[in-house]
């Protein structure tokens, strides 16, 4: 059974009253247990909204409108309150962009653990002190980090090591999934594959179920099984990262993958993404990258298409959808 | 396109340019800049920051510094820009001795030499429009009236592919995206006309979507008005589509340094290629190795 199944996920913002922003639209999507997902768009395609919607994290002005998250067979939507908590203890966990706010900065990073263990304590479980710093040392150990790290303020660590810290505390009640939220975005690029190195390695030996949210398809294709990519609050495209470069793919994936050239090639030329996202306040009629899209048609403009199969994945666009159908009638 | 543009429609510039179009621009010469700090407290040590560094920029050149965080590629930058004195060694602009510059000089310098910061997000006062922004350094390095700084400052945001301008300049940033804003931003820095431009990390906060108009941008910039460029970034991609020269700088020192292309193509120091290697493109990722 998959460990989570969601089906017709909506997200709207409402910060003024009679202002409705649909920053997730209608999605389904289902994750495998022991399984490693990227999700991949620009700013402001509801790819952290839909991490934070999965997680039950969602904060006013935004609010879920109607569908189904079954977590493990129950349904988590609708949780509310202790139900809800329990649920987190050993359920799912998510580490945020920025590991430098998202830990308090007057508190030693010993009390950061002791927190998640007195908060989501078992009867009887053993809590003096000496045991919370061995299990402490035990996580930070498991993301590179030395034990001594406890003793310190977060003012005191790296961007890298605040993060793998971040990590630490997302694996403290070995949660069966995690959403990493743009974990590396702060960091440079050595630091950050070497952070997405230690995720890869953690979700190998405890196969915990994880996605991936971030902006650049390189970090993602290299970390995940498979990549789903988000366009204005809808998943685009869906399909195992190893077919990703092989095509053929929807052609807003083709415009991102247009954008990374190799530093090292002799000629280079780097593509762009012409346009803006559209305003998701509105509604949205058709195909939402029909306006930026190279191959838009007339019914682009008017009927949204469904993710239907295309390669060895998934993805929703008429014109992609009906030259796969046409090759494969003429090679079945 | 630029001198034209001073000279014909912007009578009130040319007087205020002290090196203008008909002065040659010189180059900028940094001559083994050394920059320690102390630090205080219970462990006293002293760090150093930038290391014996030597470089010049010549008139319409660009220049990538490239290095991880730490590296000391901003302390280099802000030691250019006069924002931090060396501890040891100089920097020439012409006859301009940049790490003796006080007030007066310092803005004369900045006139001629402009930054464009890597957070987009924190370099524009959220409280005004794009218009007030962009014309604040016409009127005061170029002493522009207030209603030929308006046709400077549409100029300006055409320049940066931010059309039509009069609709981008009335607004105020929290209603631009992020790629959107440092276009502004380095509209700002050109709007006096500058000779020099040091961009540190310009592009390490935007979407890879909007990374590639901005680098495109920068690079037509430099070939239109013969800016010179000194681009810091971690980003190699970036790098090799807007420079000729790379320096590779690591803990303080220059490890590597010549034509972009060759020392990505043919990387010989051992930092270098770690760099390189952490490139996270779809294609390294999935490709075998290209050709070294």
């Known amino acids: 059974m998959a460990l989570l199944e969601a089906k017709g996920v909506n997200v709207v913002y409402e910060p003024n009253r009679g202002q409705r922003i649909w920053s997730v639209r209608d999605v389904d999507l289902t994750l495998e247990q022991g399984e490693f997902v990227g999700l991949v768009g620009e700013s402001g395609c509801g790819k952290s909204t839909l991490g934070f919607a999965l997680t039950r994290m969602l904060r006013p002005p935004a609010h879920l409108e109607g569908g189904v998250i079954a977590f493990d067979g129950q349904d988590i939507a609708t949780l509310e309150g202790e139900p809800l908590r329990r649920q987190r203890r050993n359920g799912f966990a998510i580490v945020l962009q920025s590991g430098m706010n998202a830990l308090n900065p007057v508190r030693d990073i010993a009390h950061h653990f002791a927190d998640i263990f007195k908060a989501h304590a078992r009867d009887g479980e053993d809590l003096t002190a000496r045991v919370l710093r061995g299990r402490g040392a035990s996580l930070l150990e498991s993301v590179q980090l030395d034990a001594e790290v406890l003793t310190r303020f977060p003012h005191e660590l790296s961007g890298g090591m605040r993060q793998r810290v971040s990590i630490a505390l997302a694996l403290a009640l070995k949660p069966r999934l995690i959403v990493f939220d743009e974990p590396t975005t702060a960091l440079d690029v050595i630091v950050q594959g070497a952070v997405i190195k230690t995720i890869k390695n953690l979700q190998a030996e405890n196969s915990f179920t994880a996605v991936l949210i971030s902006h650049d398809l390189g970090v993602v294709l290299d970390a995940t099984d498979r990549v789903m990519v988000m366009y204005a609050g809808r998943i685009v495209e869906d399909q195992p990262s190893s077919e990703l470069l092989s095509g053929p793919h929807h052609p807003y994936t083709e415009a991102l993958l247009g954008c990374y050239a190799d530093p090292r090639a002799e000629d280079i030329h780097l593509g762009g993404i012409a346009g803006s996202p559209p305003d998701l306040s509105l509604p949205q009629a058709g195909c939402s990258f029909a306006a930026r899209c190279s191959l838009a048609e007339d019914v682009c403009r008017t009927v949204d298409p469904e993710l239907t199969v295309l390669g060895s994945g998934m993805a929703a666009c008429h014109v992609r959808a009906r030259e796969f159908n046409a090759e494969r009638k003429v090679r079945p | ?292």
Request: proline letters at 7%; aromatic letters at 4%.
């Open chain 2, 1 to 292: 396109m630029t001198a034209d543009l001073t000279a014909s429609q912007n009578p009130f510039a040319d007087g205020a340019r002290a090196g203008g179009p008909s002065t040659p621009v010189p180059p900028l010469v940094v001559a083994g800049v050394t920059k320690t700090y102390a630090t205080r407290g219970r462990h006293k040590s002293v760090v150093t920051a930038v290391d014996d560094v030597s470089l010049t920029v010549a008139p319409g050149a660009a220049i990538a510094l490239v290095g991880a965080s730490g590296s000391g590629k901003s302390t280099l930058a802000k030691m250019i820009t006069g924002s931090v004195r060396p501890t040891r060694g100089s920097i020439r602009f012409g006859d301009t001795c940049v790490e003796s510059l006080r007030a007066g000089g310092l803005r004369e310098y900045h006139r001629r030499v402009q930054m464009v910061f890597q957070d987009p997000y924190g370099a524009l006062n959220p409280l005004h429009t794009v218009e007030y922004t962009v014309s604040r350094p016409c009127q005061n390095f170029l002493g522009l009236s207030a209603a030929a700084a308006r046709d400077r400052v549409y100029e300006l945001l055409e320049t940066v592919g931010l059309t039509p301008p009069q609709q981008f300049a009335a607004k105020l940033p929290h209603q631009l995206s992020g790629g959107q804003r440092q276009r502004v931003v380095i509209a700002r820095a050109l709007a006096c006309e500058p000779d020099l431009i040091v961009a540190d990390e310009p592009v390490s906060m935007l979407d890879v979507s909007m990374r590639a108009g901005i680098l495109r941008l920068l690079a037509r910039l430099r070939e239109e008005r013969g800016l010179s460029l000194l681009y810091i970034t971690h980003d190699l991609l970036g790098a090799r589509v807007v420079t000729d020269e790379i320096l590779v700088l690591n803990q303080g020192r220059v490890v590597e340094r010549g034509q972009t292309k060759h020392v990505l193509q043919h990387p010989q120091d051992e930092y270098t290629i770690k760099l390189l290697e952490a490139v996270a493109t779809p294609y390294a990722a999935k490709e075998s190795q290209p050709p070294r």
